[in-house]
């Protein structure tokens, strides 16, 4: 089951750190992702990693502002996101992918948490 939280409103240029805990994940295949989902738009990949090494990948859009990362002991991971933009707002999502690489395409993720909204505001 996968938690999503730290979403909420914040002006452009601020920054917000969006958490997701996997609870009762035991086991270090697979991989996470970040997906947001903006009004009138397609889900789309945001950020990746994987449960184990230190893969990860992130979307264009948010290269070089956002950061994903993951506490293997906690069975969590984070997107540190910096530098927002109003195009940034969305409802995101964390999805987890049980065994396989990680990738940026949703339908291959195994579950999925409820989302959590970040608002950037001009």
């Known amino acids: 089951q996968l938690q999503a939280s730290g979403g909420g409103l914040v002006q452009a240029g601020g920054s917000l750190r969006l958490s997701c805990a996997a609870s009762?994940?035991?086991?270090?295949?697979?991989?996470m992702g970040w997906f947001r989902q903006a009004p009138g738009k397609d889900r789309e990949f945001v950020a990746g990693i994987r449960w184990s090494g230190s893969r990860t990948d992130y979307a264009d859009s948010v290269k070089g502002r956002f950061t994903i990362s993951r506490d293997n002991a906690n069975s969590a991971v984070y997107l540190q996101m910096n530098s927002l933009k109003p195009e940034d707002t969305a409802v995101y999502y964390c999805?987890?992918?049980?065994?396989?690489?990680?990738?940026?395409?949703?339908?291959?993720?195994?579950?999925w948490g409820q989302g959590t909204l970040v608002t950037v505001s001009s």
């Open positions: 009762g994940r035991t086991f270090s295949s697979g991989a």
């Open positions: 999805a987890d992918r049980t065994y396989g690489p990680l990738t940026a395409t949703a339908r291959v993720y195994d579950s």
